[in-house]
């Protein structure tokens, strides 16, 4: 799906604060930030995601992510803990504008309750909705 | 708040190619393909700036050189015809009221350019302080359209369009020269680090820009082969970061003085009376608290201002500007610490998000002088 400028992914659940969520196998969600968060921070120079084996909760902080002017926090659209990073990002942060939803994620995190906390999160239909609202 | 909105002579260029900021009232462009490109281009070709946003004033007269000699804590009178020089401006307590450059442009007539957000302030203390010295001082900002280019591709560009010998003019000297048809000042100057030009057009209203928008153009259509960019705001700060100077509102302001500042060079206590001379040499005499330094990341993380910069526990200063190096790829920082900590390789710790991270005091500019910088020793031109 397209609005705007922005690529919307269909097999993606979303959160309010521009995150996505991929079910990659059971009790397994990638997680990344939307095509809308990449292109308003711009020119991603610098990415801080913490270790494996990090609880995280629902909506909290995971990391940050950096352009040469802002800093922006990224907040795990799922609890649990993490599985792996993409440690790719450490030397080349620009990934996640040229690839958000690919060679940009950012972490893998072990669930164990996504079915429940997936209904928390927006479907793609819902998300464009949001984001036509922000675009007013 | 008061939002104004004020324009420069190119500001539709901005406003098709842009993204764009609103900068101390003027709607200017934060960049135009990115921040990190366009330092890169200035680095290793060139970039273009509009700074039309800046505050420039004449100020002539008999007693000229004589009133600021008396404004300022350099020596403009004795700056030779068409030379230039940086210098602070201070108020009674030593305070920088800005930081700026002034040129001699003729006998008793001199070209006063200052910071965007001083505009204002500047232009009436200046004027407040010129009623005993007989002397004219004119605010032409909005006459006098103001482009930089810098970069080792710069001379080479910009030769180009006009018939005056570039080559001649040396770092902090100028030039009145015809470029792209126009008359200019030009001057060997800039907010950089690199070498480069500062081209001030004369008599062009911000009513009738064309001549402005054409020079633009031209300038960039000279350097398409030589790699050049135009360049936004956010460039131009990482930029002169990376170079070690002040961008005044964060590393200066009316609290701090040229000596904590390490702008000693541009303060001439020879002179025997200049504003702020007394509350300057005092603070000389008693010694200085605390003093400017540039910082390096050794863990991984991106110093901001307002950072707390601490030592085995205890607080030694606070960080002024920071930003990640586009061309060193690590933090870098520019902060003031109590003298004490102010050495070349001490390890401190600076805050980011309520956390500490090593940080190496070491000198500027960042980047190595023989590699980047108007000093290089490989010259790419």
């Given at each position: 799906?397209?609005?705007?400028?922005?690529?919307?992914?269909?097999n993606l659940f979303y959160s309010k604060e521009h995150e996505w969520a991929l079910l990659e196998k059971p009790n397994f969600v990638k997680i990344g930030i939307t095509d809308y968060a990449q292109k308003a921070l711009h020119d991603i120079v610098f990415v801080d995601i913490p270790k494996k084996g990090t609880i995280v909760e629902m909506m909290k902080s995971v990391g940050t992510v950096e352009s040469v002017k802002s800093v922006s926090e990224v907040f795990s659209p799922v609890s649990g803990s993490i599985a792996d990073v993409n440690e790719e990002l450490r030397l080349n942060p620009e990934l996640i504008n040229e690839d958000p939803y690919g060679k940009g994620w950012i972490a893998l995190i072990e669930t164990n309750n996504f079915p429940e906390e997936s209904k928390k999160l927006l479907t793609p239909i819902q998300y464009v909705g949001y984001l036509r609202t922000l675009s007013k | 708040?008061?939002?104004?909105?004020?324009?420069?002579?190119?500001?539709?260029?901005?406003?098709?190619?842009?993204?764009?900021?609103?900068?101390?009232?003027?709607?200017?462009?934060?960049?135009?393909?990115?921040?990190?490109?366009?330092?890169?281009?200035?680095?290793?070709?060139?970039?273009?700036?509009?700074?039309?946003?800046?505050?420039?004033?004449?100020?002539?007269?008999?007693?000229?050189?004589?009133?600021?000699?008396?404004?300022?804590?350099?020596?403009?009178?004795?700056?030779?015809?068409?030379?230039?020089?940086?210098?602070?401006?201070?108020?009674?307590?030593?305070?920088?009221?800005?930081?700026?450059?002034?040129?001699?442009?003729?006998?008793?007539?001199?070209?006063?350019?200052?910071?965007?957000?001083?505009?204002?302030?500047?232009?009436?203390?200046?004027?407040?302080?010129?009623?005993?010295?007989?002397?004219?001082?004119?605010?032409?900002?909005?006459?006098?359209?103001?482009?930089?280019?810098?970069?080792?591709?710069?001379q080479i560009i910009l030769q180009k369009l006009t018939d005056g010998g570039l080559s001649k003019i040396r770092r902090y000297w100028a030039d009145q020269l015809v470029v792209g048809g126009e008359k200019a000042l030009v001057s060997r100057s800039g907010y950089t680090g690199e070498d480069g030009f500062e081209i001030l057009l004369w008599d062009v209203p911000l009513e009738s820009p064309g001549k402005a928008m054409v020079l633009w153009n031209r300038i960039l259509e000279a350097g398409v082969s030589f790699g050049i960019k135009p360049c936004g705001l956010g460039a131009r700060d990482t930029l002169r970061l990376e170079a070690g100077m002040c961008l005044y509102g964060n590393d200066i302001n009316d609290e701090t003085t040229p000596l904590e500042a390490k702008l000693d060079f541009a303060v001439k206590f020879e002179k025997p009376n200049f504003i702020g001379r007394e509350a300057l040499l005092k603070q000389k005499e008693e010694g200085i608290k605390k003093t400017r330094v540039g910082l390096k990341m050794v863990d991984r993380a991106v110093p901001r201002e307002g950072g707390r910069v601490w030592m085995n526990g205890k607080e030694v200063g606070y960080l002024t500007s920071g930003t990640f190096s586009p061309l060193l790829k690590y933090g870098i920082a520019m902060g003031y610490v109590s003298v004490d900590y102010a050495v070349e390789g001490s390890i401190l710790e600076v805050e980011v998000r309520n956390s500490r991270f090593k940080t190496e005091v070491v000198k500027m500019p960042f980047y190595e002088v023989e590699k980047y910088g108007a000093r290089r020793k490989t010259s790419q031109a």
């Open positions: 799906m397209k609005i705007e400028n922005y690529d919307i992914p269909d | 708040m008061k939002v104004e909105s004020r324009r420069t002579h190119i500001f539709q260029y901005h406003a098709d190619h842009g993204n764009m900021i609103n900068f101390h009232g003027f709607e200017m462009p934060l960049w135009y393909d990115s921040i990190s490109s366009e330092h890169m281009a200035v680095r290793d070709n060139c970039g273009l700036f509009d700074v039309t946003h800046m505050g420039r004033s004449i100020v002539s007269g008999e007693k000229a050189g004589e009133f600021l000699d008396y404004i300022l804590t350099r020596d403009p009178s004795k700056l030779g015809l068409i030379q230039g020089q940086y210098s602070t401006m201070c108020n009674e307590r030593g305070g920088i009221i800005d930081d700026l450059t002034v040129f001699c442009l003729e006998n008793k007539r001199y070209l006063v350019v200052y910071n965007a957000s001083n505009r204002e302030k500047d232009y009436d203390w200046i004027i407040s302080k010129s009623q005993t010295f007989n002397v004219e001082v004119q605010d032409v900002s909005d006459m006098t359209p103001l482009f930089a280019l810098q970069g080792p591709k710069a």
